[in-house]
């Protein structure tokens, strides 16, 4: 994302197939654990009385946006970047936000070029895709930009 003209070099970069094999693998993964994971929880529920009926998944992006996390451009060069990504990591932890939450209340933070960026691999891939891509594949694609 530094320097000028990634929004075109964003456009000519091809995502192999290699790639989105690994992220529909990824997805249908998720998919299995969350279903595990939502079935054991009402079993668990079932059997506990106890419980105050409250699944808590993490944050909404109103709390997200509450704890004001800081936008990025893109324009700022790769130390802004990498600052970005730990001040986000630190408003993720104070907020509890659930991992599958990440990279979507995340790019909600970018603008200018960055949305630029981000808008065309949403384009490419998909809005399900890339909002369930890991917070390390996302950092990982923004590095790599």
């Not at 704890?67 to 907020?95: D, I, Y």
């Not at 509890?96 to 209340?105: G, H, Q, S």
Request: charged residues 25%; hydrophobic residues 35%.
């Amino acid at each position: 994302m530094v320097g000028r003209g990634t929004h075109t070099r964003a456009c000519k970069k091809p995502i192999g197939a290699a790639t989105i094999k690994m992220m529909v693998d990824r997805r249908v993964n998720k998919a299995i654990a969350e279903y595990e994971a939502s079935r054991q929880n009402s079993e668990t529920s079932e059997t506990n009385n106890g419980s105050h009926g409250r699944n808590n998944k993490g944050c909404s992006f109103k709390t997200f946006l509450s704890c004001h996390p800081h936008t990025f451009k893109g324009t700022e060069g790769a130390v802004a970047m990498l600052r970005w990504v730990e001040k986000a990591e630190s408003v993720f932890a104070m907020c509890e936000c659930a991992d599958e939450n990440r990279v979507k209340y995340a790019t909600g933070t970018l603008e200018g070029p960055a949305l630029t960026w981000w808008n065309t691999h949403v384009q490419t891939l998909g809005l399900d895709d890339t909002n369930s891509m890991t917070w390390a594949d996302f950092t990982r694609l923004l590095q790599e930009e």
